[in-house]
């Protein structure tokens, strides 16, 4: 088993940036990619952004390219994520996930944090 535990998460003006983290522990040797989702009210969840455990193959949803970024601090076990000039519509509960392939599917994870709240205010 492979639990995630995320952190980071916060109210923050629009511009504003946060940084979100998602500690691994367990057999993380099982995995083989980490990702972000996020989740606004009344919306379905949707991709953020993917990457691999070794860090060859790294993918962003449009919305947030240039913007946002992942990466990994091995030392730790911990994907994160960097974002950027928020805007209101980055406004959602934020989930990390675990598995074998990076995808943006989310039924490829097998693994998932309890979420985080990010909030960007106006």
């Known amino acids: 088993q492979v639990q995630l535990e995320e952190s980071g998460g916060g109210l923050v003006q629009a511009g504003g940036s946060l940084r979100l983290s998602c500690a691994a522990s367990?057999?993380?040797?099982?995995?083989?990619?980490m990702a972000w989702f996020r989740q606004a009210p009344g919306k379905e969840r949707e991709f953020v952004a993917t990457?691999?455990?070794?860090?060859?193959?790294?993918v962003l949803a449009d919305s947030v390219k240039g913007r946002f970024a992942i990466s990994r601090d091995r030392t730790t076990n911990t994907v994160v994520l960097q974002m950027n000039n928020l805007k209101l519509d980055d406004t959602a509960v934020y989930y990390c996930?675990?598995?074998?392939?990076?995808?943006?599917?989310?039924?490829?994870?097998?693994?998932w944090g309890q979420g985080t709240q990010v909030t960007v205010s106006s």
């Open positions: 996930a675990a598995g074998i392939v990076a995808t943006r599917t989310s039924d490829d994870y097998n693994y």
């Open positions: 367990g057999r993380t040797s099982s995995l083989s990619a």
């Open positions: 990457r691999r455990w070794d860090g060859g193959y790294t």
